[in-house]
């Protein structure tokens, strides 16, 4: 039974992928419904303001549904939102079984499993939990932190260097690389750069041709869509002619905000607000913008995932504050000698104060090493 099961829950799992990008804030979820050892119905969580998983599932698979099998990658909500209690629906269906991944984090959704419980429902969960935690590991975060999870993707020489003294960044690493570092941002809501990175570099901040190899539950790849741009940029010296106001590869507008501090230039902000940017003016930390203020707008706005793609300096100032959850880094066998470091403005006097690393990912994209890690403590 445990191996059907198992089967079973990562298809749930894999279903829940085909919706990476799309549903935050809300998380990705999917289920399977099963009878007599068949699937008789399937569904995914397409997007926040739709039908959960449980729905297109029970939808799908009709009267078979009674005395079914339900495989939930996340505990069935048990709340009244933009859609009805998933746990009501399957208790009216006369779901028999119910077998959950992870159960909910958020506060406002728990009691699924109990209600199913008090209604006769035999009820399991914890198998492949660990995969299903990984899976919705922002929406797992954001419950836990009350704050969107910072992810700093970078590219650097063996010698860490990101950019040569000129700033020349392009292109550090591998076009294989570059690939691979385009499904973050297909899987996180925000990228974020600093004025500089815009001024320096010109970014188009788009998705293009992704490679989602970070991803391993993914069988298909999901809609690609373009991340919300995310300006840090004090004084308003954003140009309006930068790409990033630009038309994705899909013709989609761009959405873009440039998050400027108190007291930023109005005339500079009237022509930013010209090409349509979404200007917010925030408090100011000395010289830059609050991180901790430009954080909790973005959570205000449904925006809970960050993936930092700034220069040193940006990196460097969230690094201090201990607002980095995760590293992407992709290493590339060249040597730069004296360029600019990963991050700018951090540094300590002994080896003992260094901050270590969980690593979780080392993978080789041909030349490149491939890292992703966790900072410890």
């Known amino acids: 039974m445990r191996e059907l099961d198992e089967r079973f829950l990562r298809r749930a799992l894999q279903l829940a ?3 990476r990008g799309h549903t935050h804030p809300n998380p990705l979820v999917g289920a399977v419904l099963v009878r007599d050892g068949r699937i008789v ?4 969580h397409p997007k926040a303001g739709e039908p959960h998983a449980e729905v297109f599932a029970l939808k799908e698979a009709g009267p078979l549904a009674r ?3 339900a495989y939930v990658s ?10 009805p209690p998933c746990s009501l629906a399957l208790l009216q269906a006369g779901v028999a079984r119910v077998v959950v991944a992870a159960q909910d984090p958020n506060p406002l959704a728990q009691g699924g499993l109990e209600r199913l419980r008090a209604g ?6 914890g198998l492949l939990e660990a995969e299903a935690r990984e899976q919705n590991e922002v ?6 932190k009350g704050r969107p999870f910072v992810l700093l993707k970078a590219a650097l020489t063996l010698d860490g260097r990101v950019a040569a003294l000129s700033g020349d960044a392009r292109y550090v690493s591998s076009e294989e690389s570059r690939r691979v570092a385009q499904a973050y941002r297909q899987w996180l809501p925000v990228v974020m750069v600093g004025v500089g990175t815009v001024l320096q570099d010109d970014p188009w901040l788009t998705v293009r041709e992704p490679d989602f190899r970070p991803f391993p539950l993914m069988l298909e790849p999901p809609p690609l869509r373009d991340p919300v741009k995310v300006v840090l940029d004090t004084e308003g010296r954003t140009p309006p002619t930068a790409r990033i106001f630009q038309k994705g590869p899909r013709e989609e507008p761009a959405q873009v905000y440039v998050l400027v501090g108190r007291g930023a230039p109005k005339e500079r902000l009237r022509v930013l607000e010209g090409v349509d940017a979404r200007v917010v003016e925030l408090p100011r930390e000395g010289e830059r913008v609050s991180l901790e203020a430009a954080l909790a707008f973005l959570l205000e706005e449904g925006l809970d995932g960050v993936l930092l793609e700034g220069g040193p300096r940006l990196a460097g100032a969230f690094w201090q504050r201990g607002l980095v959850d995760k590293l992407a880094l992709f290493v590339a066998p060249k040597v730069l000698g004296e360029g600019k470091g990963l991050l700018e403005g951090f540094a300590v ?3 003992a104060e260094a901050k270590g690393l969980r690593l979780v990912r080392r993978e080789w994209l041909g ?3 491939w890292l992703e890690a966790y900072p410890e403590g």
């Open 17 to 19: 992928e085909r919706a």
């Open 67 to 69: 005395g079914a099998t």
């Open 74 to 83: 996340l505990e069935p909500c048990n709340h009244h939102g933009r859609t």
């Open 349 to 351: 006097e002994r080896m």
């Open 139 to 144: 929406f797992f975060h954001r419950q836990r």
């Open 120 to 125: 006769g429902v035999e009820v399991e969960a």
């Open 367 to 369: 030349e490149d090493l």
């Open 41 to 44: 119905g399937e569904g995914y």
